[in-house]
T-cell receptor, first 110, second 113 residues
Framework: DVKVTQSSRYLVKRTGEKVFLECVQD?????MFWYRQDPGLGLRLIYF???????EKGDIPEGYSVSREKKERFSLILESASTNQTSMYLC?????????FGNGTRLTVT | GENVEQHPSTLSVQEGDSAVIKCTYS??????FPWYKQELGKGPQLIID?????GEKKDQRIAVTLNKTAKHFSLHITETQPEDSAVYFC????????????FGIGTKLQVIP
């Protein structure tokens, strides 16, 4: 079975902090994704990557950046965390279809 | 870009009854339509998917139908059980792992014993 592991289950950060969310997959998938999940808004794509060192903006990239230095690892970076970035963050990977998700990181920015 | 609308946002059914969730999409180029189930504290997991060359697909108590002309697709769960209680998401994309997947807002299904 594909395993997508997100390093933190819960995170609490202060406004203005730089925040790193880490995601690792064990199935040699080329494609990795970061979504945020908010009530009433579903899952919205932040960034995705189809290869090492490659990245593409999703629908809501503002305030975020990503890093993919190794095929198995995809990091989401909040350069200066703000309260409106309080959310559930979901990482996913795939080689074709469908997406395989991690269990999420619930980030609270105070 | 693609836009996926999903309804209802909440659904309560008695155990043993059927549940239906409906979605519409906007981009006629979309040809892959997965459904995900998200249980409390977990990430979404695929439960069934359908491609645009098929009108209906069934897997035990779960079925999905697709109407390409009308751009809508539906999830049908028969003989619901308490363990079916979860949030269900529909999604649409072009086939291929590097494609953007657009999700609906989700439906919270409650099955009442």
């Amino acid at each position: 079975d594909v395993k997508v592991t997100q390093s933190s289950r819960y995170l609490v950060k202060r406004t203005g902090e730089k925040v790193f969310l880490e995601c690792v997959q064990d199935m040699d998938h080329e494609n990795m994704f970061w979504y945020r999940q908010d009530p009433g808004l579903g899952l919205r794509l932040i960034y995705f990557s189809y290869d090492v060192k490659m990245k593409e903006k999703g629908d809501i990239p503002e305030g975020y950046s990503v890093s993919r230095e190794k095929k198995e690892r995809f990091s989401l970076i909040l350069e200066s965390a703000s309260t409106n970035q309080t959310s559930m963050y979901l990482c996913a990977s795939t080689s074709d279809s469908p997406l395989h998700f991690g269990n999420g990181t619930r980030l609270t920015v105070t | 870009g693609e836009n996926v609308e999903q309804h209802p946002s909440t659904l309560s059914v008695q155990e043993g009854d059927s549940a239906v969730i409906k979605c519409t999409y906007s981009d006629s180029a979309s040809n892959y339509f997965p459904w995900y189930k998200q249980e409390l504290g977990k990430g979404p997991q695929l439960i069934i998917d359908i491609r645009s060359n098929v009108g209906e697909k069934k897997d035990q108590r779960i079925a999905v139908t697709l109407n390409k002309t009308a751009k809508h697709f539906s999830l049908h769960i028969t003989e619901t059980q308490p363990e079916d209680s979860a949030v269900y998401f529909c999604a649409a994309s072009k086939a291929g792992g590097y494609q953007k997947v657009t999700f609906g807002i989700g439906t919270k299904l409650q099955v009442i014993p």
